[in-house]
């Protein structure tokens, strides 16, 4: 039966994936480590070569080596036992250059599961690794703890050599290790350490940031380029196929074997193999051919985000761009009675030109619609910028790899040539990134939104595919597929409606502060309580925000004046926007609190107090007292009572004992279903008398890992316990 093959396939996927994935071996690392951390040496081979990533931390560059070990053997105790599975490790620094893809070595540092994520939204460290068969992260504390064994080798693999080379070559007569060179070093060799602090910014919110993975697009032009230099020497088709596709699958393995340029060369295989063999295109076959070819040799690959925006792109380019390309033809054609011949040769060539203008503009635009649930989903982006962007940034973007390419061909042996093509190069990369950058800059180029969910992202392309792939094409399939999207605009619009009567409440522990973001109903109506220091800013707090779909911070408020808290105030302001700052009425001694409340009151002043008894919106202050002058700053912390549809929140702030103290005389009434404290510098929070007077149902203690100062210590988790609340 035809329609069984549907879920036999489903039946064999699931198979072999969890083939993949379940725990087979004794030896398996999830069965020899467990889930807790440990102290391990382990043996192996390098599975790549390390590469660096570069992090700012407090405007100090610092450097890291990351790299994936193949381990066979390790060490708990005190003997070596057999082991297997991959692990990624983490070094500050680099090591020495005969540490390389293939290298026998002993590593020695802490092994765990990668962290969970702070907050949803947040990246997953620990999923993302799990999808490449990573489930532990080893941390060295230096480059001592690396060890070669014996046989050792002794020279990098080709594919290293390659990269080495190519990095040299291409930046042959430049005068510096510049920005747009690490940008081209990107592009063309996939180097990604390129891509530090806020460099891809830019081209993520242009939708230009494709242009630097090697994807369908880059294979595309490279077998473009190598298709028809073999055309104009006059090969045969034959002779073109058995030339391309060895070099693509070179140019794969010389750039590190990244998942999205296998996906790409397979991709690119199936294409160029039925061209050379003659055989009649079809551009959805040679999609499922390559998506079925992937997904038997590693099914993880499904749920990956690149392989999900290759796949559907490429699908949505496949069933939108014939009815465009059809619609463009129609709109552009001349009078159907009058022969090409009698046109004069302008009218020929305007005619031509703006056909396949408009063909490039239906595929710029079919890209993109293509690709807004998935870039919503992962990038937390909705840029309307990304087709015109595109229009400008491919070809300036072609040009570089094309310059790239002639100038590796070139080499050292025609050094003058190549230092031209790499000044073209280095030309074409800085106009890419000026376009990027104006795109960006344009009035509702782009907006940040929440994740959609995975049922929206269904809805959406089985719509799309029902529309283009001609499934509406009956009067009796239009009315059934209208009726069907009424009754889902009707479920969308009722959840809706339900979900406004919601107030979401994250606590967020930022490097020893913590911040409150409070995501009520209509955007101008959230609050952000402190915002951590300026790392924790750029790190957590914006990350998190952009999960979240803030474009704009309507209210920030600060409840103390330590750097740990309100530190980031500035950087914050310059990432989002601030409405308006809050704050209480006690002048702090901080120095970086003063200057931030002067700046915020500058005309026009967006400056503004709360005072003890009154209520802003839906909070009342608590605490200072009006007549409260206590000598440590963490005393003088906002208390705030919120009450959102009868649930009362209580937010403690990081208020110490006499804070505590001076809180519990007042005849207010401190009755919460949620407290929210932070830590103290000295002393502990919640005091029991306090945790009475309160009465929670639940206590939130916002801790962090780092600094260890901030932790939850052991006697305060045994206190709280205690009260039988749920902490």
């Known amino acids: 039966r035809p329609f069984l093959i549907w879920p036999l396939l489903l039946l064999v996927g699931w198979t072999n994936f969890t083939c993949r994935t379940a725990i087979i071996s004794p030896t398996d690392l999830r069965t020899r480590l467990g889930s807790e951390a440990a102290i391990v040496t382990v043996r192996g081979t390098l599975a790549e070569t390390p590469r660096l990533k570069l992090v700012e931390r407090d405007g100090e560059e610092i450097w890291h080596s990351v790299a994936i070990f193949r381990v066979n053997e390790m060490r708990l105790q005190e003997n070596f036992v057999p082991a297997t599975g991959d692990i990624l490790v983490n070094t500050p620094g680099l090591p020495a250059t005969n540490f390389f893809a293939g290298q026998r070595a002993e590593i020695t540092g802490i092994a765990a599961r990668p962290p969970p994520p702070l907050a949803d939204g947040l990246f997953d460290s620990r999923s993302f ?59 063309t060799l996939g180097w990604r350490t390129a891509f530090t602090g806020d460099i891809g910014e830019p081209f993520l919110r242009a939708g230009t940031m494709h242009m630097f993975a090697i994807d369908g697009l880059r294979i595309a032009l490279l077998s473009g380029m190598i298709v028809t230099f073999l055309r104009v020497l006059r090969l045969s088709r034959a002779w073109c196929g058995a030339i391309a596709i060895p070099t693509i699958w070179f140019y794969t393995a010389a750039t590190g074997w990244e998942p999205s340029a296998v996906r790409a060369s397979v991709m690119m295989t199936v294409v160029l193999g039925g061209w050379a063999l003659k055989r009649p295109s079809d551009l959805l076959n040679s999609l499922a051919a390559a998506a079925f070819i992937i997904l038997a040799w590693d099914p993880r690959q499904l749920f990956e985000a690149s392989f999900q925006l290759s796949f559907f792109v490429m699908l949505v380019i496949a069933l939108m761009l014939p009815p465009l390309n059809d619609f463009f033809d129609r709109l552009l054609r001349h009078d159907p009675l009058l022969p090409d011949e009698l046109l004069p040769r302008w009218r020929r060539a305007l005619i031509l030109f703006s056909r396949q203008s408009a063909r490039y503009c239906g595929l710029s635009f079919a890209a993109w619609i293509g690709s807004i649930p998935l870039s919503a989903y992962y990038f937390h982006l909705f840029s309307p910028v990304s087709t015109p962007a595109n229009l400008l940034a491919v070809p300036l973007g072609t040009f570089a790899l094309m310059a790239n390419l002639g100038a590796l061909v070139c080499g050292h042996w025609l050094p003058w040539l190549t230092e031209l093509f790499n000044h073209a190069a ?7 990134t000026r376009v990027s950058e104006w795109a960006e800059k344009i009035p509702g180029a782009y907006f940040y939104v929440p994740a959609p969910s995975l049922a929206t992202i269904g809805i959406y392309y089985a719509t799309l595919i029902a529309a283009f792939s001609g499934w509406f094409k009956t009067v009796r399939r239009k009315f059934f597929g209208a009726t069907i999207l009424i009754f889902i605009a009707g479920i969308y619009g009722w959840q809706w409606q339900s979900s406004r009567a919601e107030t979401t409440l994250t606590v967020l522990p930022l490097n020893g502060g913590h911040a409150v973001f409070v995501d009520a109903d209509g955007q101008s109506n959230d609050w952000l309580m402190n915002c951590g220091s300026e790392d924790a800013v750029g790190f957590t707090l914006k990350p998190f925000l952009r999960a979240q779909g803030v474009n704009k911070i309507p209210r920030l408020v600060l409840t103390e004046g330590s750097l740990r808290d309100c530190g980031g105030t500035p950087s914050l302001d310059k ?12 002048k702090f001694r901080s120095g970086a609190y003063r200057e931030i409340i002067s700046q915020f009151e500058k005309p026009p002043s967006r400056h503004q107090t709360l005072r003890f008894g009154e209520t802003n919106r839906c909070w009342q202050v608590l605490h200072p007292g009006a007549n409260d002058n206590f000598t440590k700053a963490d005393d003088n912390a906002l208390v705030l009572l919120g009450d959102f549809h009868g649930t009362r929140i209580l937010l403690l702030s990081d208020l110490g004992r006499a804070g505590q103290s001076a809180l519990l005389e007042r005849p207010d009434d401190l009755h919460a279903d949620i407290v929210v404290a932070g830590l103290p510098t000295e002393g502990e929070p919640l005091c029991d008398a306090l945790i009475d007077a309160i009465q929670p149902r639940v206590i ?22 205690q009260k039988k609340i749920p902490v």
């Open 700 to 721: 939130v203690i916002a801790d962090s890992e780092f600094p260890a100062t901030r932790r939850a210590n052991r006697a305060l988790r045994e206190r709280l316990e």
């Open 575 to 586: 990432l989002f926007g601030i409405g308006e700052l809050w704050t209480g009425d006690t």
């Open 129 to 187: 690794l799990a999808t490449r068969g990573i489930y532990y992260q080893l941390k060295t504390e230096s480059t001592n703890d690396w060890k070669i064994l014996e046989p050792q080798l002794r020279r990098p693999p080709l594919t290293d050599r390659f990269l080495n080379w190519s990095r040299h070559t291409l930046a042959l007569g430049l005068p510096a290790e510049d920005e747009p060179l690490r940008l081209l070093w990107a592009m």
């Open 426 to 432: 280095w030309f074409f990369m800085v106009a890419m």
